[in-house]
């Protein structure tokens, strides 16, 4: 396989769709403001980096903690950590290009490899998520690679592939808890073997020992984090996020059928039209041409969405993000078949075909990457991201602000907030400043910044939509208004200075 990449025409054409990952990724990467989520796993990051007996900090919250592992020595080179965090979740989506493209290697051929990894490579539901540090870019790229790894398991039968798929098996459930869905998709990889041979029986045998030195080694690894505290939390907080048995047997369809109409709100707009619908050929012959290798990889994307359908209480769009490449997958078998029935195929042809699957998600791209707010995001996605209190705006040039004015004295600054977009998003920016005291709380000014205000100079930032009146014996320095709401309304974060209660404000 190795021989057939490294051949100049392929790579030839490979190249290009590599470079073309990172324009669509890199330039303008902290232009949309931070999420609420991934200023938790900045913050955690940075203090599980300065006192190394809080490496298992995010287990207090339920969550695993490999991408906060891995994030921390990006801090050493990037300054800035939001871009840090994302620029991870961009080399963990070149993963999982190349991953796909193994992948299209594998069970297909190497002209479907090619338009898998295109369609990685323009997709707006891969691009958007491969600009935000979150773990989902990093969990997709682990769930690729296992699906490598598990065909190549069963045609090889080696003992060193199974332990390198452990390892790959093992990184997921770190990276988090869903990646379970991958090692209890292991046995499907049995659709991707021939088991016409004489000795069946002895084959079965074999290949369902190596499944368990996989699925053991995975498991041991995901027991290191018993070595820290709270690794109970990982199943204490279910009932926050997973329905109970009795709910789904009583209720069945609730809330599968809504979550059904969330599902096709995300894929028309994320995948866009033309890619969704040759998505949908790909499934279809996959299943007309019996190739097992294709069914095999439907099947491990497609189960794990049901699943989460039925018992989901929380459902968003990322949760589905590590099956999406390997539908994407399916598209360029469609993509590939059609050109297949072309008696001759010319390079207009080809032409063609790429400007229809690329042109809407192209535009979508261009405006993600240059006005996010502009992009036609699924109503719930743009919600969050980009118009509710979860969204940031402003924290570095507030942070910024608040450094200047700590150059000489010590500097108190208060949020509304005391876990999540604040303070954790103000506090990356201010993270080795040991002049600038950042202290959470509620949605009111509270008397221990009044306190502070007597002896320093102290602040306070807040979400418009939770501090709508401004309370006496403070200055609005700033504020950043946040994207449109469908109804006209406009959050933004306001950026007050606080003066003692006794003091008239200047």
Do not use: C
């Amino acid at each position: 396989m190795l021989k057939t990449i490294i051949k100049p025409k392929i790579l030839f054409i490979l190249i290009p769709i590599v470079a073309l990952f990172f324009i669509l990724r890199l330039p303008h990467l902290t232009l949309q403001p931070i999420f609420a989520d991934e200023a938790i796993y900045l913050r955690w990051a940075q203090v599980m980096r300065a006192e190394p007996t809080l490496r298992f900090l995010p287990l207090s919250d339920g969550k695993t903690p490999l991408y906060m592992w891995v994030v921390i020595p990006f801090f050493k080179f990037i300054k800035d950590p939001l871009f840090a965090g994302r620029f991870l979740s961009v080399l963990s989506g070149l993963f999982t290009l190349l991953g796909i493209f193994v992948l299209g290697i594998l069970a297909f051929d190497i002209k479907t490899a090619l338009w898998g990894a295109l369609l990685i490579a323009i997709t707006p539901y891969i691009i958007f998520f491969d600009r935000m540090a979150l773990v989902d870019s990093m969990l997709s790229a682990f769930n690729v690679w296992s699906v490598d790894l598990a065909i190549l398991l069963v045609q090889t039968e080696r003992v060193d592939v199974a332990m390198i798929l452990g390892y790959l098996l093992g990184g997921a459930v770190l990276t988090k808890p869903p990646g379970l869905f991958s090692i209890i998709s292991i046995p499907l990889s049995a659709l991707a073997t021939n088991w016409r041979v004489k000795s069946r029986e002895k084959k079965l045998l074999k290949i369902f020992s190596l499944w368990m030195l996989s699925i053991f080694i995975a498991l041991v690894l995901y027991n290191i984090l018993r070595l820290g505290p709270g690794f109970d939390n990982l199943t204490r907080r279910n009932d926050d996020y997973i329905r109970s048995p009795l709910s789904v047997l009583s209720h069945p369809l609730d809330p599968f059928v809504p979550h059904l109409h969330d599902l096709t709100d995300w894929f028309t707009k994320l995948l866009t039209w033309p890619i969704l619908i040759f998505i949908i050929a790909g499934v279809f012959l996959s299943f007309i041409y019996k190739n097992f290798k294709a069914i095999y990889i439907f099947t491990w994307a497609i189960w794990p969405i049901l699943a989460q359908m039925f018992l989901l209480q929380t459902f968003t769009a990322r949760y589905l993000l590590p099956s999406i490449p390997l539908l994407l997958l399916l598209g360029g078998f469609s993509v590939n078949k059609l050109l297949e029935s072309l008696k001759i195929v010319k390079w207009w042809q080809i032409s063609i075909l790429i400007l229809i699957l690329g042109i809407l998600p192209l535009w979508f791209d261009f405006l993600l990457i240059t006005n996010p707010a502009k992009a036609p995001l699924p109503v719930e996605e743009r919600h969050g991201y980009l118009e509710d209190w979860t969204a940031g705006y402003g924290f570095p040039q507030i942070a910024q602000y608040l450094e200047k004015q700590a150059q000489f004295q010590p500097v108190v600054v208060g949020t509304e907030g005391s876990f999540g977009t604040l303070p954790d998003g103000l506090w990356i920016y201010l993270n080795r400043n040991p002049n600038i005291v950042v202290i959470g709380g509620g949605a009111t000014i509270s008397a221990q910044l009044r306190q502070a205000a007597l002896t320093h100079p102290t602040y306070f930032v807040a979400n418009f939509s939770r501090y709508s009146e401004a309370q006496p014996n403070t200055n609005l320095i700033s504020s950043y208004p946040k994207a449109t709401q469908p109804n006209g309304y406009v959050d933004k974060i306001l950026f007050y200075q606080v003066f003692p209660n006794q003091q008239s404000k200047k």
